[in-house]
């Protein structure tokens, strides 16, 4: 029997909450596709930190690199300044692992009601690894009249090259429609940069048609009519902005799933529900699971299972559609463990396709 051996970093807040469901259904999808996890769990988080100091230890990444895949909860807690706890452990798993797309799918399940009452099947390619993200700036004249931060994007050519490649050949494989986000009419290095090597690698992809549009107009055009849209690709801020958006127009930013993807397979790839650990609700057993379960799901697609996959999603969308056993972000009453016991029992008893 296969076996995979998965690095798990629940982390903080609903992370602790969502992350064992999520490990429960892949449990239950593999015994019935016939392959098993070994999960090695890490407690790196920012109670790690409030009592040695560091989010991770320093070996840290060399520590992840042995696993074929690493699947994160969520990161973050008050008491903890934001930039040090992601800068402690997740972004520097993404940089290293050379994890540069984050694949985003977005999808109106039946039984969902969406803000936008329009049919909705996209996927946003967020460039993962450099962009706005970055370490370069500073901090001057602290507490000076003239005190002011800078921040310094970075685009190469070789890391938005590859990131568009990823998101045209996605578009190819599916409606063959890709949107880039940009904003080259105010930001006038980067973002025309950016156009220009869309153009560019549009030329090498003709089966796919494809637009641009700035990044605000496009935040409109999501709400007002997502569902022309079918692969948008966007730079790192961009991206991460547009995903909780469309997961909201969608229903609930508690569904949607990520994938930090080393394309090339020369690292582990990352798994982990686009939302946050949700300080506002953790503790109370309510989070929504669908974003770390879906993420599993793609867990298991990277590490060979389509099938698994594909069952596990059909689960969620099952569930939806009965419409029971809904979570409170989703105007329901449902606690985590009754939706994820819901999947689990279709998973279990082979009733997946409704
Ligand atoms: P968030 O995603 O944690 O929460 C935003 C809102 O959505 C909150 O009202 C929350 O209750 C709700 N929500 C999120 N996930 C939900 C779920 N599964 N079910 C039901 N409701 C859900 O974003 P935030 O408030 O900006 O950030 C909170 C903390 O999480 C911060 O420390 C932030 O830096 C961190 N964060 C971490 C990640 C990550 O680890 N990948 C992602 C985003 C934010
Ligand atoms: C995400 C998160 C992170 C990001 C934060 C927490 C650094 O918002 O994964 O979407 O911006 O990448
Ligand atoms: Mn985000």
Redesign the pocket.
């Given at each position: 029997m296969t076996t995979h051996d998965i690095a798990v970093i629940p982390g903080d807040g609903i992370g602790l909450e969502v992350t064992p469901a999520a490990l429960e259904v892949v449990r239950a999808a593999g015994r019935r596709h016939g392959f098993t996890c070994q999960f090695t769990e890490y407690d790196w988080s920012c109670e790690r930190y409030k009592r040695e100091g560091a989010m991770m230890p320093p070996d840290g990444i060399d520590r992840l690199r042995g696993h074929d895949a690493v699947f994160l909860g969520a990161?973050?807690a008050p008491g903890v300044p934001?930039h040090v706890s992601?800068w402690g452990l997740?972004?520097p798993i993404?940089r290293a692992f050379r994890q540069y797309v984050?694949l985003r799918p977005v999808r109106l399940f039946d039984g969902i009601e969406s803000p936008v009452n329009a049919a909705i099947d996209l996927v946003v390619v967020r460039e993962?690894t450099e962009g706005e993200?970055s370490e370069i700036g500073g901090r001057m004249n602290r507490g000076f009249p003239g005190e002011m931060a800078v921040q310094e994007s970075v685009f190469t050519r070789a890391g938005v090259t590859r990131v568009l490649d990823y998101a045209f050949d996605l578009a190819s494989r599916r409606r063959g429609y890709l949107t880039s986000a940009t904003k080259s009419n105010g930001i006038v290095h980067t973002m025309p940069f950016w156009d220009e090597l869309v153009e560019e690698r549009a030329r090498e992809h003709p089966g796919v048609r494809w637009d641009q549009e700035h990044i605000d107009a496009l935040c409109a055009k999501l709400v007002l009519g997502p569902s022309r849209f079918d692969v948008i690709v966007g730079s790192?801020?961009f991206g991460?902005i547009l995903?909780?958006l469309a997961a909201a127009v969608a229903g609930s930013i508690g569904i949607a799933p990520?994938a930090n993807l080393n394309p090339e397979r020369e690292f582990p790839s990352m798994f982990?529900p686009?939302h946050?650990s949700a300080p506002d609700i953790a503790g109370r057993g309510v989070a929504n699971p669908i974003g770390a379960i879906w993420s599993a799901a793609m867990m298991l697609e990277h590490l060979g299972h389509p099938a698994a996959a594909d069952e596990i999603v059909a689960a969620i969308a099952a569930v939806l559609a009965k419409g029971d056993v809904r979570t409170r972000d989703l105007g329901g009453t449902a606690g985590t463990d009754d939706f994820t016991r819901a999947v689990l029992t279709l998973i279990t008893e082979g009733r997946t396709e409704g």
């Open positions: 990161v973050g934001d992601l997740l972004i993404r984050n993962n993200y790192n801020l991460d995903s909780d990520s982990e686009v946050g």
